[in-house]
Each structure stands twice: as structure tokens, then as C-alpha cells.
């Protein structure tokens, strides 16, 4: 379904900032607020942290490590704004238009209307999960502070737990 969606958006810096979301699982309201002062290309950290015109959902600050995406995606990015992502005129945009604009792609790409901008945050938790990363790690990094939180956020396929289960198959134990 997100490479759907992908194939559906036509504007390239939306299809930018939806890849830079489901890489980073920041909230709507983090990326649109995040400003260049924030990233440090050196370290390869993302500061969430609240300020004047921001306050994270926790209200505490967090550190976001960037893949190689996003590495290479900020590190070529033109800086003609204070902000990270804005309309290719430089205006800020909003959490309300990122939606609504999300919605539309949606829409276009005839996926369930249960899909919002937030679930990008279920599809890379929930990748990263299937992929063995412990869940006190996706905690860390969705910024939750209870793990019963992250759980609802990392949907396990039956398949992905038959994979699980095999790890402890006794013919392995028996064979060493």
C-alpha cells in the first residue's frame, strides 16, 4: 500500500516529505515545525525539542537518528527557508494541509479511507518490528513514554510471528 500511495503522488516534495516521514516516524506537527537548526547532519540526529512556536506531544525534547534516506536527503536539500519542509515557494506549511493534502493522495491511490497521515507512523513502526527491532527500541524512537503505547503502533502478521517461533524449534537444540 505505501508504494501505492508513493506511485500516486505527483508532486515531488510531497513524496519527499512523506518518505522523510515514514524514515524518521515523526509526527505531522514535528515535521512541519522542524526547522534546519535542528538537524545535525554530523551526528546524524534529528532534535525534536519544543520552542516559541512548538510543543512536542510529550512536551519532552528527543533525538531522532537519521538513516542513510534521510542523511543524504537533508544533506542535498536546499535550505531557502528557517523550516525543513515547505511549499516550494518557501511559505511554511501547516499540519492541516499536509493532511488534507495526504488524504487526497490517498484517495487517488484507492487505498481504505482509514489511512491518515499518523498511520505513516504504524507502517515504519511496524516494519521495523517485523524486522526483529526490539520494541523498547520503536518505543525510543516514536518518543512514547509507555511501551503499552508502541504496542498498538507495531501490528504483527501471522506470518512474521511463524518466523518468531521457528527461532526456538527443538530439532536445533537436539542437532548441536
Known sequence: DFKILLDNISMVWFMHLIMFSVCTMM???EIVSLTWDSID???????IQNSKNFCSKTGKPRAVPMNDWVFKFLSTKERNAEFVFT????RKL???YVSHRFKKYVRKANLTSEVHFHSIRHTGATWLVQDGISIYAVQRLLGHSNISMTQV????????L????ERITPLN????
Open 41 to 47: 547532519l554530523r551526528r546524524r540526529i534529528i532534535l
Open 173 to 176: 537444540l537436539i542437532q548441536q
Open 94 to 96: 501547516s499540519v492541516g
Open 87 to 90: 511549499f516550494p515557494d518557501g
Open 162 to 165: 511463524f518466523q518468531s517461533v
Open 153 to 160: 503502533y507495531s501490528h504483527l502478521e501471522p506470518e512474521g
Open 27 to 29: 509526527r505531522a506537527g
